[in-house]
C-alpha cells in the first residue's frame, strides 16, 4: 500500500522568516509592554543549540510577537492538522500576560485560568506578572501576589516567572525577559528538530520500497530547513537542503525509479530559474505526488544560493553554479529531443549571465582571502566564457559563423560542441525573404599579403546541412541512408562551406519516386503515400533561415532575442560577454586565458575596421604565443596583425612582424613564403620607409663570441675580435654595416663601447664568422652587448644571451641595451688591463766606454707579458756623441734573462714565461728572421738588422723575447787635446769589432766588458756573460800624459724611442746615460836622482778599463831642457819591458832616464803637454815628459 502523500506544502512554502512567540495577554496588558519588547528585537544575545547539540551564539535572532487571538496561530483549519507540514510554524514560546492586585482574585479565578492555559498546549511558557501599582501598599499586595504565582509556578530545575513594574525605574528586567524568551525558543527548537530528524531516519530507511514517495520526504526535510533559517542556523538549513539533493539524485538515477515528466516545457522555461525559487509554487513540486526534474532541481539550487549569499559567500555559490549549470546541461542534453528546439543552448546562456550578475553584485574582496577572490574571477570568467561559447553554436546554426573568427580558441570550443538533436528540425518560416537573406550571404574573402598564413579551422563538429536533413519530419521515414545519399553533402567541418553544396542533390535512381521499389510491400497504398510525401533535403540557406525563425518565436529573454536578430546585435553581445571574461581571467592572474580572449574581441575590432584597437590587443596575444613557444598557434595570429599595423602605416610593427614570422619553426610558414617576407623587408629598408626603423631581431639573429680565454689587451690597445653570427633569414641578406656594443661587468657608469666590422658582412643562412676591431678600452671586463646590423633605413638588433618575446611586457623599447626578458650568465670575452709598464729597455754597458773610439752599445729590451710585435726602435744622441743613422745593427737573445726566467726563483718573468709557453708548445716564428721552427740559442747567430735614420723594426720572433740591440757609437771628449789622433799609424784606422759583448741580467749592474777584434762583429753567448765579468775585454787606444792630473771621465746621452702595440699606437722613451773615459789615469814621480842631473822618472799607469791590456810600445817626449839618456828616443827602460801585459783596474809603472839639458831648460818652471799641451804648475814635482803616447794595445 502507498504511503498517502502529506499535505501539499503550498502553506509551508510561504514560511515566515521568523520565530513566534505567542502572547497570551490575559489581563489586556500586552500593549502596555509591547514597545519595550519589539524594541529589543532581533536579540543579539542568543544561544541555541545546532543540529550537533551544541551551542551556537546567533548575532541576530529575528522574533515575531503574535498574540494568541490572531487568525495565523488558530487551530483547526484544513492541511494544517499534521504536525510535520505546520510544526515548524507554531510558537517557539508562550508568554502569559497576567496582573492582580488581591490574593483572593488570584486564589479563585487567575490560578485557576493560568494553569488551564499551562496545561494546554505541549509548548514552552513563562509568566509575566505586571503590577501597575503606585502606593505602598498596592505594591505591597503587588508583591504578595507575585510570590504566590512564583511558588504556583517556578521550581527549583527552572524560574518561569518575571515582574514587571511599570511605574518602577529598573529597566533590567527587559533583559531579563528577552533571556526567558531564548530559553523557551531554545527548549522548543531542540524538541522540534529531534522529532523531525527521527521522522527523516524513517523515510529514509524506507526509500528504497517500492511505496516510498519522495514527496513526503521533501516536505518533511524542506520542513527542517525552515526551522534552521528561521532560527538563524543557516550551516545546519544548507546541510539539509544538500543531503536533500543528494537523495533526490539517488533516486532519479536508481535503476528502477519512477520516471514522471522532466518538465520545461512552460512557457519561459527556457530562462534559468536557478536564482528565483519564487518563480514556481511549490504545490507543481508534488502535484500527484510527482517532482519534476527541471523545476526541483533549480529550486534546490535557489534554496542553497539564498543561504549561501545570506552568509556572506557569493563566491561559494559562483562555484556551486558553475558546477550546476554543467551538470544540467547535461540532463538537458538527455532529454533534448522532449524540449523546445535549442533549449539547452538558450537556457545555459541565461543561467551563466543570471548567475554572475548576482554573485557580483554581492562579492567583497575586502572580506576574503587573496586565493579566494582570485579563485571567484576564475570561476566569473568560466561562466561567461561558457555562455560565449553557447552563443557562438547559435550564431553559427542561424548563419552568423562568417562573423566567427575561425582561431584556434573557438575552434576548439565549437568543434566539440555538436549540433542540437531536435526530435524534428524546425520547419519553413513562412517569409521567403528569410532564405534570400541567408542565400545572399557570402563567404569572406581569403585575406592578401601574409593573411595568406592563416589557415582556415573548423568551427563545427559535423556538417549542419546533414544534421537537419535527418531530422526533417517529411524524411523521417523509412530508413534514411537508403532514401537519400547524404554522403555526397560536403564533408568540410564548417558551416560556410556548406553553401557551396547547399543545392539539392537529386535522389539515387533506387530512391526516385516514379521508380518501383522493390519489396514484399513496395506497392502498397501507404508506401506509395510515403513516397509521394518525401521533399527533396534542405539547402544551407533553408536549415538557417528556419533554426532562425524557430529561435526567434521561442526565446523568452529579451537580451537574447535582440542579440539573434541581427549581425550587428550578435557582435555587440558576443563582444559583451568576450570582454566580460577576459577581464575576469586577467583578475585572476589567468593571463593566458584573458589574453586569448582578448585576440577575439580584436577580430570584431578588426571586421569593423577599428585597426588600432586591433593592433593592440593582438600585439599582446602575439607576445602570450611567443613567450610560451607556441608557434603554430602564432602564426595564426600574426598575419592578421601584420595586416593592421601595414594598413595603418606603423612600418615599425610590420616589419616586426615579419622579423616573428622569419624566427617561427619552419613548419608553420613555406620556404617559399619566408623568401617572400625577408624580400618585403629588404625592399621596405631601401627606399619605402619615411622614417628609420629600429627592429630587434634576437630570435632570428643570435651571436657568441668564439670559444676558449677572453682577448687580453692592455689600456690603448686596439685590436679584433672574432664574433659567430647565426643568420635566421632564409636567403643571404648584405648588411650595409655591423657593429657590437660591450658592456663591462664591474662598473655601470662607464656605459657601452661600440666596435665596428671590418667589412660590411653578408650573413648566409646558418654560421658567420665576423671579424670586430677594437679601439682602444679603458681597463675592465667586457662581455657582449648587442649586435645591431644596419640595411637601408633599417636596424637590427640582437641582444646577447637572452631569450625575448615576441613583443616584451617588460623593459625599454628595442632601441635601449635594456630590452631583456631572461638574462643568462654571461661570459667574459674581453679583458683590459690596468696601465703598467709594457716593454723595459736598458743598457747593456754604462760604463768603461773609450773616448774617440767607434764602441758597441748593447741595449736589452724586454717585453714584459705584451707583444712587441712590428716595433720600431728609434736612437737618437746627445752632444759630442757621434752616432750613424745608416748602418748595421746586430739583434740577439738574452739568454740571461731567458735562463733568469725559467729559474724557480724569478719573481719578474712574466714575458718570459710567455715565449717559454710558445717555445714547448712548438711555435713556429718568423722564417724570414734568419729562424728555422724553433730558435736554438746556443748556435743561432744574431741578426743583421738594417738601420735607416736611427730607426730600426724588431722582427717578429722578439716579440715576446728578451733581446738585445747593439748599435755603435763614438764619443768625443771635453779636451781639445783629445779631439784628435796622433799621426801615429797604428792608429789611423777605426778599430774593429769587438769580439764579444757583454750582457747584463735585469736585476745587476754591468760586471764586465769582453771585446775583440773579429769581423764578426758583437756576439753574446751562455758563457759570454761568465767570460766577460772574469776576464774583462781588451781594445785598442792611446793615452797621452796631463802631467800629474788624472784622466777625465765623460757622460754622454743616448735617446731611445720605441714604437709598438696594435698600429704602433704606444710609445716608451728613455734617455739613457753612457760613461767615456780614457784607457788609463797617469801619474809621475821621480824615484831615484843622481848627482850628474839624471833621474829615473816612473810613469805610473791605471786602467781604467774592465779588460786586460797589452802595451806593445811606449815612448815619452820630452820639453826642451830635457833629454833621455842614451839616446833611446823616449822607450822606457829597460826596454824588455815592453810588451807589459796590464790587468783590468790594475796599475803599471814604466821608467824613463832622463838628464837635464841646461841649455834648454828653464829655471823655477816645468810643463807637460798632454795632447791639447795644457801647461799645470806642479809644486812638488817638475814634469818632464810632452807627450806620451801608448803605441798599440792587443789582446794579450
Known sequence: MATPPLPQPAVAKKSPERLIVAIEDVNDLWESIRGNLEARVPFKKASLNNKARNLVLVDKLVVEFVQTTDARLRRGLPGEQSLLSYGFRRPYAWLIVVTCDDLDEYKNLLKPRLKTIVQAEDHEWFIVFVSKATTDSAVKISKRVYSRIEGDFSSKKRERCCKVDLHGPDTSVWEEIELKIVECIRYSLDRRVQYYEEEVRKLSENRFMPAWNFCNFFTVKESLAFMFEMANLREDALREYDELEQIYSETVNAPHANTSAFGGLDAGDDCAALLDGTRKPVSQFAADGTVREFDFRQYLFSRQASLLFNLLRPAEVSGRGHSFIILFAKILTQHEKDLPFCMREIWVITACLALVKATSRRFSAAIVTPDTVKDFYRLQGDLYSYARTKLMRLADLIGYGHNIETSPCNSAALSMLPWPRPAVWPALPPDISRVQAKEQISPPKLSEGLGRLRKQLSLSPTVLLREANRRRASLSVGNLAEMLDLSRLSLK????????????????????????????????????????????????????????????????????????????????????????????????????????????????????????????????????????????????????????????????????????????????????????????????????????????????????????????????????????????????????????????????????????????????????????????????????????????????????????????????????????????????????????????????????????????????????????????????????????????????????????????????????????????????????????????????????????????????????????????????????????????????????????????????????????????????????????????????????????????????????????????????????????????????????????????????????????????????????????????????????????????????????????????????EYEVDYHAARRVNRSSNRILAKYFSVRQLSEP
Open 493 to 1164: 567541418e564548417s558551416p560556410a562551406a556548406d553553401a557551396a553544396d547547399s543545392a539539392p542533390a537529386p535522389l539515387p535512381p533506387s530512391t526516385l519516386p516514379d521508380e518501383p521499389i522493390s519489396g514484399a510491400h513496395s506497392s502498397s497504398p501507404e508506401v506509395l503515400q510515403k513516397q509521394n510525401s518525401i521533399e527533396p533535403p534542405m539547402k544551407l540557406p533553408e536549415v538557417q533561415a528556419a533554426a532562425e525563425h524557430a529561435l526567434l518565436t521561442s526565446i523568452s529573454d529579451e537580451t537574447l532575442r535582440m542579440a539573434l536578430s541581427s549581425v550587428e546585435g550578435f557582435e555587440d553581445f558576443f563582444l559583451e560577454l568576450t570582454r566580460a571574461a577576459a577581464d575576469n581571467f586577467h583578475r585572476s592572474w589567468r593571463k593566458r586565458h584573458g589574453v586569448v580572449l582578448d585576440g577575439e574581441v580584436a577580430a570584431v575590432h578588426y571586421r569593423r575596421g577599428a585597426l588600432d584597437a586591433a593592433a593592440k590587443l593582438y600585439e599582446k596575444v602575439c607576445a602570450l604565443y611567443g613567450s610560451e613557444g607556441w608557434h603554430a598557434l602564432l602564426v595564426q595570429v600574426l598575419p592578421r596583425l601584420s595586416e593592421c599595423q601595414k594598413k595603418l602605416s606603423d612600418w615599425a610593427g610590420y616589419l616586426s612582424s615579419c622579423i616573428k614570422l622569419l624566427s617561427l619553426d619552419p613548419g608553420p610558414i613555406s620556404n617559399e613564403d619566408r623568401s617572400s617576407i625577408q624580400a618585403e623587408i629588404v625592399k621596405l629598408a631601401h627606399g619605402g620607409l619615411p622614417v628609420p626603423v629600429s627592429l630587434d631581431v634576437s630570435t632570428l639573429i643570435t651571436f657568441a663570441a668564439r670559444g676558449g680565454p677572453p682577448l687580453e689587451l692592455c689600456e690603448g690597445d686596439p685590436g679584433t675580435l672574432m664574433v659567430t653570427v647565426w643568420s635566421g633569414f632564409p636567403d643571404d641578406i648584405i648588411m650595409d654595416s655591423l657593429s657590437l656594443t660591450l658592456v663591462t661587468t664591474f662598473t655601470a657608469d662607464e656605459g657601452t663601447k661600440v666596435v665596428k666590422s671590418v667589412d660590411a658582412p653578408v650573413l648566409q643562412p646558418g654560421k658567420n664568422r665576423v671579424l670586430m676591431t677594437l679601439p682602444p678600452q679603458k681597463p675592465g671586463s667586457y662581455v657582449l652587448g648587442v649586435l645591431t646590423g644596419h640595411i637601408g633605413q633599417v636596424k637590427l638588433r640582437s641582444h646577447t644571451y637572452c631569450t625575448t618575446s615576441a613583443a616584451s611586457s617588460k623593459g625599454g623599447p628595442p632601441d635601449s641595451d635594456d630590452y631583456l626578458s631572461n638574462e643568462k650568465p654571461l661570459r667574459t670575452v674581453l679583458e683590459v688591463a690596468k696601465p703598467r709598464a709594457l716593454v723595459e729597455i736598458k743598457p747593456a754597458i754604462t760604463k768603461g766606454l773609450l773616448f774617440g773610439e767607434p764602441q758597441w752599445v748593447g741595449l736589452i729590451v724586454r717585453p714584459l707579458n705584451y707583444s712587441l710585435e712590428g716595433a720600431r726602435v728609434h736612437i737618437s744622441t746627445g752632444p759630442n756623441l757621434q752616432f750613424l743613422s745608416d748602418q748595421t745593427a746586430l739583434l740577439e737573445v738574452s739568454k740571461p734573462l731567458l735562463a733568469e726566467a725559467n729559474a724557480p726563483s724569478s719573481t719578474d718573468i712574466d714575458g718570459m714565461k710567455t715565449f717559454h709557453n710558445m717555445l714547448e708548445n712548438g711555435d713556429s716564428l718568423n722564417t724570414d728572421d734568419n729562424v728555422n721552427g724553433i730558435l736554438d740559442y746556443d748556435t743561432d747567430m744574431p741578426q743583421h738588422l738594417l738601420m735607416k735614420d736611427g730607426s730600426v723594426e724588431l722582427p717578429d720572433w722578439a716579440r715576446m723575447v728578451a733581446s738585445v740591440l747593439w748599435v755603435q757609437v763614438k764619443a768625443d771628449s771635453d779636451d781639445t787635446l783629445c779631439s784628435h789622433f796622433s799621426g801615429d799609424p797604428h792608429l789611423s784606422s777605426p778599430p774593429p769589432s769587438p769580439k764579444k759583448v757583454p750582457l747584463m741580467s735585469p736585476d745587476s749592474q754591468i760586471k764586465g766588458l769582453t771585446t775583440a777584434s773579429s769581423a764578426n762583429g758583437p756576439h753574446a753567448t751562455a758563457d759570454s756573460l761568465h767570460e766577460s765579468l772574469q776576464h774583462g775585454t781588451t781594445g785598442q787606444g792611446h793615452v797621452l800624459p796631463n802631467g800629474s792630473l788624472v784622466s777625465r771621465f765623460g757622460m754622454k746621452t743616448l735617446k731611445v724611442k720605441m714604437e709598438f702595440g696594435v698600429s704602433r699606437s704606444r710609445l716608451y722613451e728613455r734617455t739613457i746615460a753612457l760613461q767615456f773615459t780614457h784607457p788609463f789615469r797617469i801619474s809621475t814621480r821621480i824615484v831615484s836622482r843622481g848627482n850628474d842631473g839624471r833621474f829615473l822618472l816612473q810613469i805610473t799607469l791605471n786602467s781604467q778599463l774592465a779588460a786586460a791590456v797589452t802595451i806593445q810600445s811606449a815612448n815619452l817626449l820630452l820639453q826642451p831642457g830635457f833629454a833621455h839618456v842614451n839616446n833611446h828616443e823616449g822607450h822606457p827602460t829597460p826596454a824588455w819591458l815592453l810588451p807589459l801585459s796590464v790587468s783590468a783596474s790594475s796599475e803599471c809603472a814604466l821608467l824613463f832616464a832622463i838628464r837635464s839639458d841646461p841649455v834648454t831648460a828653464k829655471d823655477g
